[in-house]
């Protein structure tokens, strides 16, 4: 049966996930100069243009169309973010930039991985949103979450009725981001294990490259 033939049985909003993309272009405006290419407002124009036809390809029931698009997007602030921080560590030796200016590149750089990777866990756990919502409950996908451990049957269980929303991946990367481990939350799927490493990269090269010289110089 199609995806978009199978009633909702629990509804995820999508603000989240929205606001975390739009979130991602626009602190790009917090970047030094030297660290955008192009005009500034080229990916939020980008990005907005290809989240309308992805809320109303959602709202038409059109689910395939809209997970393409909703990976699109997230493509996009991928590269814009890993571009940036190309250019911020080949900056590096140069010493073009002022200790102040690359404190806050690493801390626009380190949220905007967080978000980056909540993104993407979210929309490719378990086969997205649009299927997750579709079932009674989450028993399986890439990630145990501790309410998967529960007995889902059991009303009065915290399972019961309970899927992941992108609050929960967004907790899930910010504890890979800080503490390089997922914490409460073990891996189950090998495509989760290398995004984790590499977001973990992401994190590392941020905090201890960036920041640690920043720092160092002041």
């Known amino acids: ?96 930039e002022s200790p102040q200016d690359l404190l806050r590149s690493a801390a626009v750089l380190w949220f905007s991985n967080i978000l980056v990777f909540a993104s993407w866990y979210w929309r490719l756990d378990a086969g997205g949103p649009n299927a997750r919502e579709r079932r009674p409950f989450h028993e399986e996908g890439a990630f145990l979450f501790p309410q998967m451990t529960l007995d889902p049957g059991d009303p009065e269980s915290p399972a019961s009725g309970w899927s992941p929303n992108f609050v929960d991946y967004l907790f899930l990367a910010f504890n890979t981001s800080t503490a390089f481990s997922p914490t409460d939350v073990p891996v189950l799927s090998r495509w989760a294990k290398l995004l984790m490493m590499v977001q973990s990269c992401i994190s590392l090269a941020t905090i201890a490259l960036l920041a640690a010289r920043a720092v160092n110089i002041l």
Do not use: C, F
């Open 1 to 96: 049966m199609p995806t978009s033939a199978k009633p909702v049985t629990n509804p995820e909003a999508r603000w989240p996930a929205i606001m975390a993309a739009l979130a991602v272009v626009g602190l790009r405006a917090a970047l030094p100069s030297s660290l955008v290419r192009g005009p500034q407002w080229l990916p939020m124009v980008l990005v907005v243009v290809l989240l309308i036809p992805t809320i109303v390809a959602r709202r038409m029931g059109q689910h395939d169309v809209n997970r393409i698009l909703g990976l699109i997007v997230t493509v996009i602030v991928t590269l814009y973010m890993v571009w940036s921080l190309a250019l911020l560590i080949h900056a590096l030796p140069a010493h073009r």
